[in-house]
Antibody
Framework: EIQLQESGPGLVKPSQSLSLTCSVTGYTITSGYDWSWIRKFPGNKMEWMGYISYSGSTNYNPSLKSRISITRDTSKNQFFLQLNSVTTEDTATYYC??????WGQGVMVTVSS | DVVLTQTPPTLSATIGQSVSISCRSSQSLLHSNGNTYLNWLLQRPGQPPQLLIYLVSRLESGVPNRFSGSGSGTDFTLKISGVEAEDLGVYYCVQSTHAPPTFGGGTKLELK
């Protein structure tokens, strides 16, 4: 059974970078599919941030394109999110997902000084 | 970006009642390959979202058949035929026909 688990700091200061890890078990990320980061803001708004494909190509939401980077470590079966120059508006719960079928539990990240 | 408008934003229901949620798109979700990539998710309190319906009307494995999806083009509907307590939460439509994928604003289903 495929499982995804996010990890990373729950508090980030404004202007700094947010870095999260998604650890995947039960499926090898190089075997197929796109591996996404999605966030849910306070309230109900959800936003697809981007993905890294099984081949290593990336695709980002244009609204974030200048600030986001998604990379991977195939030896650890992990992929990563880096979001630069964060503001309080980046406060959200961050999810990693395989398409929209398999999701991690999510990690809440607060941007605050 | 494609805008998905969900109505109503909040839905109050009794157990056993049938309810519907509408999702309207700012442009057609029919892909050039003939598929319509409109999906429905449910997020229960404290849980990650769960896929209920994909490609408009296909029931995800393990999802009860009281859930059904319909629609085409720009207008889509999720129906729950007989609400149960475990159905409470926030429902989202999400499209991936056009890049970037986008989500509706959510519909909160609560007990009356």
């Amino acid at each position: 059974e495929i499982q995804l688990q996010e990890s990373g700091p729950g508090l980030v200061k404004p202007s700094q970078s947010l870095s999260l890890t998604c650890s995947v078990t039960g499926y090898t990320i190089t075997s197929g599919y796109d591996w996404s980061w999605i966030r849910k803001f306070p309230g109900n708004k959800m936003e697809w941030m981007g993905y890294i494909s099984y081949s290593g190509s990336t695709n980002y939401n244009p609204s974030l394109k200048s600030r986001i980077s998604i990379t991977r470590d195939t030896s650890k079966n992990q992929f990563f999110l880096q979001l630069n120059s964060v503001t309080t508006e980046d406060t959200a719960t961050y999810y990693c997902a395989r398409y929209i079928r398999y999701w991690g539990q999510g990690v809440m990240v607060t941007v605050s000084s | 970006d494609v805008v998905l408008t969900q109505t109503p934003p909040t839905l109050s229901a009794t157990i056993g009642q049938s309810v519907s949620i509408s999702c309207r798109s700012s442009q057609s979700l029919l892909h050039s390959n003939g598929n319509t990539y409109l999906n429905w998710l449910l997020q229960r309190p404290g849980q990650p979202p769960q896929l209920l319906i994909y490609l408009v009307s296909r029931l995800e494995s393990g999802v009860p058949n009281r859930f059904s999806g319909s629609g085409s083009g720009t207008d889509f509907t999720l129906k729950i035929s007989g609400v149960e307590a475990e159905d409470l939460g926030v429902y989202y439509c999400v499209q991936s026909t056009h890049a970037p994928p986008t989500f509706g604003g959510g519909t909160k289903l609560e007990l009356k």
